[in-house]
């Protein structure tokens, strides 16, 4: 199983980013799919997941600002991030959970910086 994330990088507060993250293996069929961060000295936190039929939990600092979305056909999931700010910076982890556990991404890094 290979979960691969793009689409980090740095953007001035107010900008937007969208994260992209595709899951593949034989055989694979994820149940939920979604994104962890964590910034320096901080514990890794959940910022959205999505379910196959759609259904999405947000973080309550993003809610408003970060959109989750996915392609069941693809193992594809995305978030898009508008209003970023100096908060979010951190490394934004891709997961896909499976009856054999959750397989993760390397990460990719969201810098929110003037």
């Known amino acids: 199983i290979h979960v691969v994330e793009s689409g980090g990088g740095l953007v001035q507060p107010g900008e937007s980013l969208r994260l992209s993250c595709t899951a593949s293996g034989s055989g694979f069929m994820p149940y939920d799919m979604g994104w962890y961060r964590q910034a320096p000295g901080n514990e890794r936190e959940l910022v959205a997941s999505?379910?196959?039929?759609?259904?999405?939990k947000d973080l309550e600092s993003v809610k408003g600002r970060f959109t989750i979305s996915r392609d069941n056909a693809k193992n594809t999931v995305w978030l898009q991030m508008s209003s970023l700010k100096p908060e979010d910076t951190a490394v934004y982890y891709c997961?896909?959970?499976?009856?054999?556990?959750?397989?993760w991404g390397r990460g990719t890094l969201v810098t929110v910086s003037s």
């Open positions: 999505i379910s196959t039929d759609g259904r999405t």
């Open positions: 997961y896909a959970e499976t009856v054999e556990g959750n397989f």
